[in-house]
Nanobody, 120 residues
Framework: QVQLVESGGGLVQPGGSLRLSCAASGSIFRLNAMGWYRQAPGKQRELVATITSGTMTNYADSVKGRFTISRDNAKNTVYLQMNSLKPEDTAVYYC??????????????WGQGTQVTVSS
């Protein structure tokens, strides 16, 4: 079983910054892609950014140029640096990871979510 624990959410004013972290632990043989998704009230969960094990990145158009995803493979951790935050970035942010367990079975795991609120 693979667990993802997120941290770093909170309340920030428009134009401010936050850094989210997500650490994976458990029966991990290999982590492949990791990513961040978000869900605002009354809306569907949407992709924010993903990063492969080879550090190729992909971003939603709405966050390009403002958010940066990165990972530390030695720590099984993915980060999301969020700059120039806007009220429309307010959502619960979820970490996601896919990979192989120590039994060589594929897994996809989600974190519990962390609230990001952008408001003055």
């Amino acid at each position: 079983q693979v667990q993802l624990v997120e941290s770093g959410g909170g309340l920030v004013q428009p134009g401010g910054s936050l850094r989210l972290s997500c650490a994976a632990s458990g029966s991990i043989f290999r982590l492949n892609a990791m990513g961040w998704y978000r869900q605002a009230p009354g809306k569907q969960r949407e992709l924010v950014a993903t990063i492969t094990s080879g550090t190729m990145t992909n971003y939603a158009d709405s966050v390009k140029g403002r958010f940066t995803i990165s990972r530390d493979n030695a720590k099984n951790t993915v980060y999301l640096q969020m700059n120039s935050l806007k009220p429309e970035d307010t959502a619960v942010y979820y970490c996601n990871a896919v990979g192989l367990s120590i039994t060589l079975s594929a897994f996809q795991s989600w974190g519990q979510g962390t609230q990001v609120t952008v408001s003055s």
